[in-house]
């Protein structure tokens, strides 16, 4: 695969890169950005996996998620992808709205035309962007774990719950818990997906958990003053789903916190730390 | 003196406000941010103000200067105020140009027409904000710090120096340590204040020390891979104007790192240690 670099910049000790690449999962250009802290020559370092919310790209974790200090600290790669994928030729929700089509992925492969096409994000998640750090960056791809927020939360959960191998550790900033109960996760999913909410629990943490998948446990925060909390959010299902299979989940509703990145980035080195043990680092 | 609250939001064990008044010093409605950690009732916290930039507002450094962890474990409140008057009659370079006019007032008192109705950032910080900051935040307003950013690192310099009762400690990233020996100073300082040189001596850190300005101590961090290092922000010339004076200086030269928050957000910690130890918190 051939990078194309968009900008390289020193920062905490390590180099924060923004990366381009034409991908075959979604069949357009896909941008992520990379920080790499400094290390030995050879060495390679565990990676983190951070996925986006609706409406962000990898900018807005790149530059408001307060990750590179306690990155550099902890030896750990953070790569941030994009939530869809964009182009011109890419279609997009038919009203425009936020919350389907351009920045709203869902981490799904669609089913539905028009946008089986492009919108692959579960294969570019899962295989691409995974291979292509493996191959392109000094990353011990045996060691990965998959954060995220609000639908990257969503995303991260229902990909570690399908891939228990490929990564050591998951955790969420105010995920969607469960699309099947839930105005944005029912538009995305029809749209992507088709009717048929059978072929939805696939994409659901909940309904994967109730059908038998499983990790070795689970960091979610939750902040209190989340405007999302009880209509999209819903944590109460993740814990009753966790705690009806004996899934480990470690869920800390925090006090006042909204679902922006003053929440994320104040629980971020928290949330790294929790990975890097479960890395060995 | 009544404060319009823009947004109060949790972050990192406080809160992060922006807020917006009417300023007596600009003649127009002025917004700026707090960040105020937890603490006990009734105490009061020292005080750092930080002056931004060309370009920016008070939201630059908010969304991306990773200082609320170090502000919440030091005890320090974290003020930004806005680099310019702003509002449809203040007046705005001629060409509309970056280097002057809105978003770049210079912390000067400016005395040519028609800046100086409104382009008075230096009574701004001097005196407006700061008695503001004592009267409407939980400040122990006898404990300020100030520090900057380039065009607020001089804003940070000059002020620090001409008030060294007002402010226990000074800092700055990559500042204009001259404006009479650069072409961002030259454009601003003949704009705000006319063609006579001498009357820009108080707006030169370097100038004011060697008119016999002193204040305690200055740290300064400067990427090397700064685009502007050679050409607008010359460090070498603050070296030298305080070694001539012996005023003690720590000009720490940062291996690669650029102008950007990249830079400022690796260093923020540092420096608020550094002003947290002056301010004996």
Known sequence: ??????????????TQGVYKHASSATGTDMEFSVFVPDHAAGATLPVVIYLSGLTCSQANVTEKGEYRAACAALG????????????????????????????????????EAPFGQHYNMRDYIERELHALIGADFPADISRVAIMGHSMGGHGALTIALRNRDQYKSVSAFAPIVSPLNCPWGEKALSGYLGADRAAWRTYDACALIEDGARVADILVDQGTGDNFLETQLKPDLLAAACAAADQPVTLRMQEGYDHSYYFISTFMAEHLEWHAARLRV
Chains 1, 2 share one sequence.
Do not use: C, Q
Not at 1 to 14: A, C, Q, T, Y
């Open 76 to 111: 750990l790669i953070f790569v941030a992808p994009d939530t869809s994928p964009r182009g011109a030729d890419v279609p997009d929700d038919a009203e425009g709205a936020y919350d389907f089509g351009l920045g709203a992925g869902f981490y799904v492969n669609a089913t």
């Open 1 to 14: 695969m051939s990078l194309e670099v968009i900008s390289k910049i020193r920062s905490h000790g390590g």
